[in-house]
């Protein structure tokens, strides 16, 4: 009844005004955006081009994880609340093989000894969470596939507190760095330190954020080549569009989504280990915050859509950076959280859709 009222309300506007007030005031808070952004490149050129390399590297993780939502909605319509934790069990799982003495690795060892052992735990860390995610798909989420949404929606919410508390119980409620208890001496450098290139007075680009970049775009590439050009990504696809006409044509279709789950886990575990290595810490309670932060950016690109989730990713990182850095006016690092909500609220009241999804009708 509300919703009709409202509905009402805003068509008699519209047959007075012969306007549509939501997107005038979309197009507002965009363009009173786009002038602070200019006013601080112009007042600081040099901490604008900081903030938008800081928010490249920041965006490229956030995509990551915002990619195997997106997968994960595309083929089930499910939002995998608990695809964050399993981004914090692979920060976790990472830091455990580092600092185990499986690899023999130690302060000052040389890239040619480090680097083999660090693709050697993205391997292992990005089959574990895959394994984590396709269990908690086949335990959770298999058997409530003909409820009512709300159903497994809450399911997903419960099996994230689950994992929460799993990260708890192995390795406790403090932060998780990468010298803490490993019995090595001192800690490890895994990405190469110092900077690439300088700017301005102050400016700089590291090489740790372009090792980062280096790790994730491959990966991004090669997720939208398997979904677009392999068999079992046209397997994929058909399950997303239609699950009962592709099971008629011969798909296996709980193979075909326990193989989504093991990609959005596998995306989730590499996100992890490029966290862990660039921030040498995780906490149990990391992949929340994380996985809210990439779930907006998977909604503000358009949910279900593999480039609209690397494009959202980078839009969030390029936000969070510019208000961590700019000085004008800006609301500070206090203010992130409520700046990324509050873009979700109005994405989600402007275009639903997301920047890159398409509009359908209800229930097509």
Known sequence: MVTDARTGEQLAVRRLTGINP????????VGLLVVWLAINLEKTPTDFLQAFLIGITRGSLYALIALGYTLVYGILEL??????DVFMLGGMIAMTLIGTDLFGLHAGDSALHIWPAVLAVLAITIVGCGIINVTVERIAYRPLRGAPRLVPLITAIAASFILQNIGIATKGSDYVTLNSGTGRSG?????????????????????????????????????????????????????AQDREAAAMMGINVNRTISFTFL????????????????????????????GLFAFTAAVLGGIGNLPGAVLGGLVIGLIEAFNNTLSWHSPGGDWKQSIVFAILIMILVFRPEGLLGERTPEGA
Do not use: C, E
């Open 263 to 290: 990609i959005a886990g596998g995306l989730a575990g590499a996100a992890g280990v490029v966290y862990a290595m660039y921030f040498t810490s995780v906490r149990f309670d990391q992949g929340f915050q994380l």
């Open 79 to 84: 939002i995998n609340f608990a695809h964050g």
């Open 187 to 239: 800690a490890v450098d895994f990405l190469p330190q110092g900077n690439i290139f300088t700017f301005g007075n102050s400016g700089y680009y590291s090489w740790p954020d372009f090792i980062v970049l280096l790790i994730t775009a491959p990966v991004l590439f090669l997720l939208l080549w398997l979904v677009q050009r392999t068999k079992q990504g046209k397997a994929m696809r058909a399950t």
């Open 22 to 29: 939501v997107p005038i005031l979309g197009l507002v808070i």
